[in-house]
C-alpha cells in the first residue's frame, strides 16, 4: 500500500489538477472522518474534477454563453435551477438578481408575514377581500 501511495503522489500532479492537501482539509472537516486513505483522496479528488467538468459541459451546451464562446455564470444556474441533475445546486448556484429588486423581495416577503399573522387572529375574510 506504501508503494501504491509513492507512486501516486509522484505521478498525482498530472492525473488530477485539485490540490489533494485542500480536498484533505474538507473531508476531514466532517466529524464523521478520523482517518483518509491515499487512494480515497486521489478519488475524491478526480470524482470531484470529472463533476465540476460535466457541470461546466452541460452548462456550456444548453446555456446562451455558447453564443460568445464563453461560459457563464448565469449558464450555470440556469443549468442548477432547469435540470434536475443539478438541482441539489441552486442554493449555491442562485440566479442573479439586482439589489434593487432583492430588496423588494424582502420587503414583499415581509409585508406577507405580518398579513399571515393577522390570519392567525381571525382576520381572514379582511385580507381576501384586499386581494
Known amino acids: ?3 501504491a501511495a509513492a507512486r501516486l503522489s509522484g505521478t498525482e500532479n498530472r492525473l488530477v489538477s485539485l490540490p489533494l492537501s485542500r480536498i484533505r482539509v474538507i473531508m476531514k472537516s466532517s466529524p464523521e472522518v478520523s482517518s483518509i ?13 470529472l463533476f465540476v467538468q460535466y457541470l461546466a459541459t452541460y452548462s456550456y451546451k444548453h446555456g446562451r454563453g455558447k453564443e460568445k464562446n464563453a461560459l457563464t455564470y448565469t449558464d450555470l444556474s440556469h443549468t442548477a ?4 441533475t443539478f438541482q441539489f445546486l441552486a442554493d449555491i448556484l442562485p440566479k442573479k438578481i439586482l439589489a434593487s429588486k432583492y430588496l423588494k423581495m424582502l420587503e414583499k416577503e415581509k409585508r406577507d ?19
Open 37 to 49: 486513505n491515499q487512494d480515497a483522496l486521489f478519488l475524491t479528488a478526480k470524482a470531484t474534477e
Open 81 to 84: 435551477e432547469e435540470c434536475e
Open 113 to 131: 408575514g405580518e398579513v399571515r399573522e393577522d390570519n392567525d387572529e381571525g382576520e381572514e375574510e379582511e385580507d381576501e377581500d384586499e386581494a
Open 1 to 3: 500500500a506504501e508503494m
